[in-house]
């Protein structure tokens, strides 16, 4: 993730301005804008822009002339009251903008959300950097048995290495071949005068899906935290986790009232279905229930034990 | 649209207030944030809060580290750019949220654009302001005979006096029994304790459409642009033109660049179609075309006419 | 609700007709095509079309190049799967278009779901119906002294009597000065050939928010369930729960897996917070929890104590 | 794109079925439905689904009981005119489903359209086919010159042979030692009970992005044209153009109307600016304009000059 001194520069730059607004700020925010949180090995997260407040979500829930209560207490109660009730609309009121170094396959995972803008850097107009991910060696999970889309145990010794060694060697000599291709260096430079250069629509198909990518991606507050709740959950990909993990850090700093409302509501928040919801009364009426009497099939039992802390 | 006393204390209060951030600042919009700007006798628009500038849409064309070029000349070329030639994504990285007091049959016009954020007050949680709109004397068009959604020559005299006192009339009436029948006033204190009132969300369907409402309404550029080519045109309604003709001045002070790129290349512009476009062509080579040759419908001329200022 | 002859003739015409296809055919949902389906006083539901069935959603789910497994039993296990956590594409795969007459107050409330396709009669264009919602007596409701947005008991006697005349009056008279306004009939003929009429696009701002429109809407299958499950809520208001409960035979009737997996995980399903679930766990372990030493507002509390039955 | 025989039977048992309607019919598209329309060497379009017709678009306009005006002469006079005027609600009421396979760098640009409903072939939960697109000898353009994202000449010889060779070997030795990390064969079968496999989800990162994917892809018919009218354009990269070009085909047979308003007012259509036409009206009124006395920047000259045909 190493930013080039030009780049440091400019960020430094940017986070050392202050000009004064008469707009809403988050102060807890403010010292964070633009500097990269580091994701992975060469990815990052980096908030640009935002829009908004915890007294915005209730300003616009009120629709009033001025900004909310005075008192704040009232304030975390409103927005309590809407995130429990799933009052949505105003937590559309506030908007966020990142700039997100990622690796493609985590990127096509990401964009399947389609309530965000997006600028991401054009391979048919720029050359690629020289970046990959590999995972650290604790990462390196196999095939779960259990379940399709899951992960097992880590794989250990000869066989990690040579997975490594595989991802490693064949994402470089994609990228060298890539270059060559090209025949222009990684800042676009021509290489070889005496001949010409596949098309960069073209050439970047050489690529391998771990390549990093980067994008402006703005979204607003609802939309966000139901992407959050989604990527942050213990059963979405640990390479898409670990974005938003560091991105809840920013809402956190952000909207702390909304924060802690998705934090008790949300995150850790179990749908239960009729049929559920009537076997826990029947157990809390002293009830000895089980799956065959229960009406469930062997799956929802599962997750009914899960729920409530018996499995 | 006088707020009251409270509520220009709110906003004063707002407006004077001033905070330092690291975010971008669009200078000659801070000035106008908050203040109502009148519209119609009752309704007003208003600038809550915005997200970026010019700098923000060049930055994320670019996806880029710092704030755009130093040269301010190739930021407005490359908006242009953008703008000529329908790249949107970057202008959908900015963002406005305004307050609008507007007819009730107006916002039902409006709320058709379906990609904007929108929080409206309720009339099933409180009670709706004594405020109707009745148009300007001179504004009181009648229907067009030649046109089944336009308007024709003002009203004059006794007709335009019975329409307005109509209008007002049964603005008025139904909003006093739909007071009378919430037994409650505008504030929402009970009137008369014998009796109950009949359920906001049910007396609220007795008012006219042009009782005002309210909402804050948020949008990203990109979208507010087409938002305005469409309600700032000459075939929009008065009553919604004159909102969009409000906020375009916003939109002025906000992102200069974008404004001028989009009043060159979006308000005036025209979209000619391949046959029009074959008879500008002959028409240059010196041929004198009739309607009948032209292989065009005699609507379609007439269109081509008014493009070429020949109508 | 009567439709005239006319328009009988153009349905019985429409249902009628059988054409061969090769695509998916929902068999219980062809003879409820075009049939409207009375709702409130002059209201209606009708399907005009639909696309997808069951199979679609497991067909796309599976990105299977044939009409998903012989055995619908794996069908059925798959859909619940779906439903139950939420993977919500598949479901976006099935669309349907309604016809659909409702007062403009319930259409104004219906609108704010934005993930439809809609086209509404244009008062702009035309002239309205002499059509206004009149609630029946036992759905006149006072207001909620609880909940600010909920009815209470009903109003009785002389209220109630006095309220329903006040309705019908008002709606009644804004209608024929309306009608005189734009100088015209219901079918759009000159009335008095010596004046000129209001502009239709001014003249409808004199109608009272009971007044009747229509609309084509158009929406795919997840979004419609979404907007069933807030709207065939019993929280929401009674004018638009009957339309959303007209709906839902639709739905039953188009796709009966998809119906039952959402009538089971999601009609009757209670979001339980972490602190809630807490709760559960520490009752089903048999210690006695009250309010005070809970960590839930007396609120929150109420509501757990809804779900499980207690309250 | 040789589909199995398994798969061929799934396609031709529901191409040959056929189950009476009541709904529209578009009777050129019937004998399409499900047929593989080949794309670049392994990729095809079919369509699996479709709602509607061009009858559908006017009545949805007119929020007519029936289908549409006897008289086709006036569905077409009323559909041309709501494309001239980009009245798009209309064709928002058709709606059609794709099934289609591309290589994952095309799927990329392809996803940033929004508007569409999406389910992709999963490399979390399923093994990927061992197929990747090469271009054709004559497709294999070099780097523009002149355009930043354009493509200029075609390699020839011993260049071009060397890039096809790269591009062929390295895709596949990525592909074999992606299947070697699963230690599954491509039906998902275990090859070497001995080890491990790496998880699906992390494995597929080795893949090149010319590696096909699939999906299942819904729209309505005012997106896909927009989709269409950039994606056929001669600006768009020869890879998506081809598949835009098949999807033109199957919307000819299905709302052979609404394609020809297409191909007349948005295909071979030109926006001017007011600037420019101010240019064309002098020169029809005689004056020899010249770029220098233009006003217009070299760039919008050298567009306005190919626009009328003299570049």
Known sequence: MPLT?????????????????????????????????????????????????????????????????????????????????????????????????????????????????????SARYSVMDREFYIPAPDKLAAQSSMNRQGRGDTLQGEEAARVLQLLRDDATRCYDHYIDMLNEDEQGAPLDAERSGLARELARMNLTLNTYTQWYWKIDLHNLLHFLSLRADAHAQYEIRVYAQAMLETVKAWVPLSYEAFADYRMGAVTMSAQMMGIVKRMLAGEDVQQPTSGLSKREWRELMEAIGRA
Chains 1, 2, 3, 4 share one sequence.
């Open 5 to 121: 001194a030009d780049q440091m520069a400019e960020v430094a730059e940017a986070a050392a301005s202050r000009t004064p607004t008469a707009r809403p700020v988050a102060a807890a925010l403010e010292p964070m804008l633009f500097q990269p949180i580091p994701v992975l090995d060469h990815g990052f997260v980096r908030v640009i822009d935002y829009m908004g407040d915890d007294a915005a979500v209730v300003q616009s829930a009120r629709v009033s002339y001025g900004r909310g209560t005075k008192a704040a207490n009232e304030d975390r109660g409103l927005i309590r009251y809407l995130m429990r009730h799933r009052h949505s609309t105003p937590f559309e009121m506030c908007e966020i903008k990142y700039h997100i170094k990622l690796p493609i396959f985590i990127a096509r995972q990401w964009i399947r959300h389609r309530t965000a803008n997006v600028n991401e850097y």
